[in-house]
């Protein structure tokens, strides 16, 4: 019996473990959206992530804590709706599995029922185990994510480097092997050394894949509208700018005004 559509060549979770054991790097971007998810799978990400970064980066939120489970499978589903190969992994926004593992699984449930996703992605180490456990066992795939957690932004007193002191180091050890031994397929590493990246990233047989925490990680992610120079203001020492398209559409908007305003556009070429 066919399980997948018989020309499905999705990126699976397994492949992905099978990457870090050949050695080979993971690609991973945000997507909120057909249009710009189609584009990425077409570049050959394996990974795009709807992440609940959608709060800061399309609505002007100031942090992330404001998504919505709603608003994370629309834009789960729309993101999904322009993939053919990559694996969709969409975050579980804040409130929606930290109270009780049945919350946890419903609305995760919900995701990968609504959105098609592949996996879903939540913040935490060691505390979170028992709830990545009980998703893995219906069957609900869990990337982790450890360092910097932005839903936790306000206790950890902004978007810092974690892991900095020899215990914390320790501790985010102990909290991916914690989340590699609930059975999660993989983890993102946010905002902490390259030095602490590689030690976590050698004692897990899962990917890590790190934003902010160097060379060392399995895999890298960025947030997309970032690293295409959309975020103008937007200069962390970790993000590199591939693009400048935030410049490059001020220039198109101001070319289009002005070709309107002198009588310019639309040419007789534009015209019927
Ligand atoms: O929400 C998000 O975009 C993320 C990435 C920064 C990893 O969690």
């Not at 050949?22 to 249009?35: F, W």
């Not at 060379?215 to 591939?242: R, S």
Request: proline share 3%; charged share 20%; with cysteine.
């Amino acid at each position: 019996m066919a399980y997948l559509t018989a020309n499905t060549k999705r990126v699976t979770t397994t492949e992905l473990i099978r990457m870090k054991a050949a050695g080979k790097r993971i690609t991973m971007l945000t997507a909120y959206d057909t249009l710009m998810a189609g584009i990425l799978d077409q570049a050959g990400i394996d990974v795009l992530l709807v992440g609940d970064s959608v709060s800061t980066v399309l609505a002007g939120e100031e942090t992330t804590l404001t998504a919505t489970l709603d608003q994370m499978i629309y834009h789960g589903r729309i993101a999904r709706r322009g993939t053919s190969r990559a694996l969709v992994v969409v975050d579980l926004p804040f409130l929606t599995y930290q109270v009780s593992i049945e919350d946890a699984i419903r609305n995760a449930g919900r995701v990968m029922q609504e959105t098609g996703a592949g996996g879903v992605k939540l913040e935490g180490g060691e505390n979170l185990a028992p709830t990545i456990r009980a998703l893995v066992d219906v069957g609900i795939p869990v990337m982790g994510h450890l360092g910097f957690t932005p839903q936790s932004v306000h206790s950890l007193g902004g978007a810092k480097i974690q892991g900095k002191e020899a215990s914390a180091a320790d501790r985010l050890v102990s909290d991916a092997k914690a989340v590699e031994q609930a059975g999660a397929f993989a983890m993102v590493l946010e905002l902490i050394p390259a030095a602490v990246a590689e030690r976590v990233t050698k004692a897990v047989s899962i990917p890590t894949i790190g934003i902010g925490a160097g060379i060392h990680c399995d895999g890298q992610v960025l947030v997309t509208h970032d690293m295409l120079g959309l975020n103008e203001g937007f200069a962390p020492k970790f993000l590199k700018k591939y693009a400048e398209l935030g410049k490059a559409m001020k220039e198109a908007a101001e070319q289009f005004a002005a070709d309107v305003r002198e009588g310019k556009y639309p040419g007789p070429e534009h015209s019927h």
